[in-house]
């Protein structure tokens, strides 16, 4: 059993049983054995493998739509360039040399991550060395200023909070230790008039999945954006709607036992519940959600793939580069399970990427 276990399990035993939340900031942050404390869980030797680590092209266009966003809102000259959760700080890299092309917005750029881990921020300051990159550990720490933001795979990271409707309230559904191992259980009925609202007729078998966590951070960045100008692109697996019972852990690259594994050696996350965040971060506009794969798209990825494809010189990398493009658009890779939101002033110019199809 790992350390993680017993740690869990003494808690249980002291206080009773834990919320889904409590359990995932465990399994996730706890300060010594936590699964993003210690370890770097990225690419092909890790458990899985992020978007930005699939292919350059996307921190590419995710810079792209950002200094559309910049040039938009009358090219503010000083502005925080944050991320949220930079794992190996690929994405901010790739979009780093993406903005030499633009280079008053690399001038006006204070570039800040995001980050809880010590063991990230060693790889983030290796692979950033020489870009002055500034790190916080809540959004809170950032400068006032114009806010331009990306987070990808954070908001899944953050502990949620599961709850079933019956007829006497709302359960919250925690978790126990039975018979010497975790098991779930449910909290007392009790009245909540916001899962009322959010999620009316939900059916028993059906969990209501909240992110007070998540809720707060998108909040901070909808209230920054209205206040100071920027813009923010959210992109994470999940759906528009959070109901059902989205909580899964990985260990290489395989579904483990959300409940019963060696905690702390596999990630645990969850679906992003996007209708919550957009409601959160009510004071600025919020568009989409879009399916990843169509944003990509409609912003010209496929422009880029055969620039490079033009410029690669080998049917190696040419393949290589249309693997890339076929995982992160098509919809069985993860076009269509992961989702971007983007966060930008009420009067903001309308940004590319979340037009209607109509
Ligand atoms: N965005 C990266 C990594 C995603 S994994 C990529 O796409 O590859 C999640 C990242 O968020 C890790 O770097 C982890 O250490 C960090 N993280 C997790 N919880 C956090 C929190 N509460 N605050 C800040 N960073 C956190």
Redesign the pocket.
Known sequence: MSELTEIIKTRIAENGPISIGEYIHLC??HPEHGY??NRD??GPDGDFV????ISQMFGEMLALWLMQAWVDQGQPERFVLA??????G??MNDMLRTAETLPPFLAAAEVWL????P??RRK?SAVLMGKNPHWA??IDELPEAPLFL?????F???PMHQFRHTDAGWQERLIEVKDGKLAYTHGRPAQNPDLDEFFPMLPENLYAEVSY?GEDIAEKIGNRIAEHGGAALI?DYGEWDGAGDSLQAVQNHEPVDELHHEHGAA?VTAHVNFAALARAAGAARTEGCEPQGTFLRRIGMDVRAEMLSNAAGNDEVVEEIMTAHRRLTHTEEMGTLFKVMAIVPKDAPETPGFEDDA
């Open positions: 996730l942050g993003y404390i869980p990225f992020t978007a930005p680590e991320e949220l959760g930079p794992g190996r690929t994405l995001v980050e809880t881990s063991a990230m983030q550990n809540s990306v987070a990808n795979e954070f899944d990271a953050l966590a992109i990630d």
